[in-house]
């Protein structure tokens, strides 16, 4: 058989191979190799291995989780939990749940808090040492830490470290950036004093309010600096933060960290600090303006002593290591006479900041020299102003707050108030403040009707109009009928601007409000024409000055020049600016500086009126009386005006028309005396027929307002009298005695 099958071989089918000759070569790559698979055939096999797998794995997973479930249920089934257990176990199985549904809210709530941390110069946002001049280039202060950060933690003094530890965070090493125990200690101590006398925020919570934050006290602040407190722990070291701390905090008197403070108050390096300075500067963290020792000295020494005393409870010094501080108090450099523009400086220095951004030079060299549109003598008039109409009326109107931005026609702001007390409160009003603008948002609908074929002489109803469920009125509750729009923004009628909105549309007065200044977003609602959007009192100055430049756009700004250490301009106002832009017809613009003229003159401003200059503006008043505004300008300056109260509760009948009115008067009439008088665009100071000012404001009260009586209180008063009544011996009574003998009227509120 060998001898019939030569080759012993047979092909895949079955067949016999072939017989090779001798002398021929076999074809090698003729016929596939079985014993070697091809290379596709390889794929196929390794995708098929890990399809295998995959599956396999799938299998014993799945298999192994309905096992688990099984012999979870079957667990189940057979526990029983009695008694105490069984309260355990409810207790374990609430507090998991809702620990999990706490964890995404603190999630939800963890997002805006960390949107502060985008930035990747955090560290470095303050790193500017700026020294501020007037627009005449006379020092008006100082801001920045950039100096103070040449000394280094290990040479500050070890009695201010100690002073600020025990003072301020004693367990700051031991915790994680929240004091769970601290801030349970001091809500039992607030609660037993019935009031706030300790504060629960670490050392790190309070960075990251300097680093992050403002100092608007409500929850949502509280939220964000927790997370970020956290997020600091998880970044830096504690001798990081520690330093970050001691240089970012705010000293009072203008100047922020130990460094800056030291000199200030000392006129001294902070490396030579005593205990007894060391712990009058500690003493400064909780309240600057009420323990500054320039201002009040015997409260920084009371506050000094017990900053000594905090440091013997918290063992890091003993009672007769500080003996001799409590007996040789420090004394600071008596600065009580000077008074610095401080949000004003404030504000420029959050503008030299976004300056660097646009401008590398600037980014670079941080030792810097600006010059500013300030003008002091504006400045101390404005502080003035809003000082005594607070003064004389603040506590019997119940308005606490107040802010004011007073500034040239392109923008250039002079003055700024951000508040009562910067030492109470640094949170600057007149810039980052919200407030609804009232009836004083509503020249912006008329100006956008004049763009959009109506003129002051255009009639439209005065009348009972609703859309939906809301149904506007005006201050009086009473309708004129048929009013031409000069006389409706005049008397500042509420159902007027708001037939003008659903006229011409909500969305193109947005579109003017915003190519006039107006920068955060307004929302498109019914309310808008009356003003329920927030705005901030920068923006409506800002805007207003349109209309006094004649309808250019002016963006309120600070900086005129900005020189390095070397003397280079790195920065000028007029040379690296873009020319204004008109946004506003000219035509339009004189057209609405009639009717706001006539508003001052015999609408609801007339207390905004100051002889011998033309003067325009628009009162603001929001419901419940919780917001009073007035902004106004001439051919010179445009000032805006606010009062109210920061938790937002209502004034005491608190107008535009009048304490706005009144400190926006004491304001411009000072800033005109002595001044060439610029025309205003569209009026003609000749021709304008003047109220005496007298007579003006006869038939507004000025009064104070009093209190109304409830129906309980009326009720009781009547028992009263009654009694009384019926005790007094029965008299005959001529009539002419009855005729003098006074009336006494109450009112009631429902």
Not at 241 to 262: H, Q, T, W
Not at 470 to 492: F, H, I, M
Not at 617 to 640: E, L
Request: glycine content about 8%.
């Amino acid at each position: 058989m060998a001898s019939d099958d030569k080759s012993g071989k047979e092909l895949p089918d079955g067949t016999p191979a072939p017989e090779v000759r001798p002398g021929e070569r076999r074809q090698e790559n003729s016929l596939p190799d079985p014993a070697r698979p091809s290379r596709r055939r390889s794929l196929s096999m390794f995708f098929l291995s890990a399809d295998a797998w995959v599956d396999t794995f799938l299998w014993h997973f799945l298999t192994t989780l309905r096992r688990g479930y099984e012999r979870y249920d079957v667990f189940l089934r057979r526990f029983r939990a009695r008694g105490i257990w069984r309260a355990l176990n409810e207790l374990a199985c609430d507090g998991l749940t809702y620990g999990l549904a706490g964890l995404v809210v603190m999630l939800a709530f963890a997002q805006p808090a960390m949107e502060a941390t985008r930035h990747s110069d955090w560290r470095t946002t303050d790193d500017f040492a700026v020294t501020f001049l007037d627009r005449f280039g006379k020092e008006i202060g100082k801001r920045g830490i950039v100096l103070n950060d040449t000394v280094p933690l290990d040479e500050i003094p070890d009695s201010l470290i100690k002073a600020t530890l025990a003072t301020e965070d004693r367990r700051f090493f031991s915790h994680i950036g929240i004091d769970v125990m601290g801030t349970f200690r001091a809500m039992v101590e607030n609660a037993r004093a019935g009031g706030v006398v300790q504060g629960g925020s670490t050392i790190t919570q309070q960075l990251a309010k300097n680093l992050f934050l403002s100092n608007e006290r409500t929850l949502a602040r509280k939220i964000k600096e927790a997370y970020l407190a956290l997020w600091l722990e998880a970044k830096l070291t504690k001798q990081d933060i520690l330093k970050l701390y001691l240089d970012r905090a705010y000293m009072g008197g203008g100047v922020f960290g130990v460094a800056a403070a030291s000199e200030f108050y000392f006129n001294k390096n902070v490396r030579e600090l005593t205990l007894a300075e060391s712990a009058m500067l500690a003493g400064l963290y909780k309240a600057p303006a009420k323990y500054a020792p320039h201002i009040n000295l015997p409260a920084a020494r009371a506050r000094a002593n017990e900053v000594l005393t905090n440091m013997v409870q918290a063992s890091l010094l003993t009672e007769g290591q500080v003996i001799g501080a409590r007996r040789h108090p420090a004394l600071a450099v008596d600065r009580s006479k000077e008074q610095l523009p401080e949000y004003f400086l404030d504000w420029g220095l959050e503008e030299v900041k976004k300056l660097a951004r646009s401008h590398p030079a600037l980014a670079r060299d941080r030792i810097v020299t600006v010059r500013t549109t300030l003008d002091p003598a504006l400045q101390k008039q404005a502080d003035l102003a809003v000082e005594s109409v607070l003064r004389e009326n603040g506590k019997a109107r119940d308005v606490g707050e107040s802010a004011m931005v007073a500034m040239q026609t392109d923008g250039a702001v002079v003055a700024m108030v951000g508040g009562q007390s910067y030492g109470e409160s640094q949170f600057n009003r007149a810039v980052y403040a919200l407030r609804q603008p009232g009836s004083s948002f509503k020249p912006f609908v008329y100006i956008t009707a004049f763009m959009n074929g109506y003129t002051k002489d255009s009639i439209v109803p005065d009348a009972p109009l609703c859309i939906g469920n809301w149904c506007p009125r005006n201050y009086g509750r009473s309708y004129r009928g048929a009013v031409n729009l000069k006389l409706a923004l005049t008397k500042s009628i509420n159902v007027v601007p708001v037939r003008l909105a659903q006229a011409i549309g909500r969305e193109k007065i947005i579109e003017t409000a915003y190519a006039m200044g107006l920068s955060h977003e307004l929302e498109n609602v019914v309310t808008l024409p009356i003003g329920s959007s927030e705005v901030s009192v920068i923006d409506m100055a800002g805007a207003y000055s349109v209309f006094a430049n004649g309808g250019y756009k002016a963006t309120p700004y600070t900086i005129l020049e900005v020189k390095n250490t070397k003397g280079e301009v790195l920065y000028d106002h007029d040379r690296d600016e873009p020319a204004p832009k008109r946004v506003l017809p000219a035509d339009k613009v004189a057209e609405m500086n009639e009717i706001l003229v006539n508003v001052v003159e015999a609408g609801t401003g007339r207390r905004a009126r100051i002889d011998g200059v033309v003067a325009a503006g628009k009162t603001g008043t929001t419901s419940a009386y919780r917001d009073a505004w007035f902004v106004g300008y001439t051919g010179n300056f445009t000032a805006a005006v606010w009062m109210g109260n920061d938790d937002f509760t209502s004034t005491r009948r608190v107008t535009g028309g009048s304490l706005p009115a009144m400190a926006w008067q004491k304001l411009m009439a000072y800033a005109h005396e002595n001044v060439e008088l610029t025309p205003m665009p569209g009026v003609d100071a000749e021709s304008l027929k003047r109220i005496p000012v007298a007579k003006a404001n006869e038939d507004e009260d000025t009064r104070v307002q009093p209190r109304l009586l409830t129906r309980e209180t009326q009720e009781f008063l009547e028992s009263i009298g009654k009694e009384l009544k019926a005790l007094e011996p029965v008299a005959t009574v001529s009539e002419p005695q009855k005729a003098s003998r006074p009336t006494t009227s109450v009112a009631v509120v429902q």
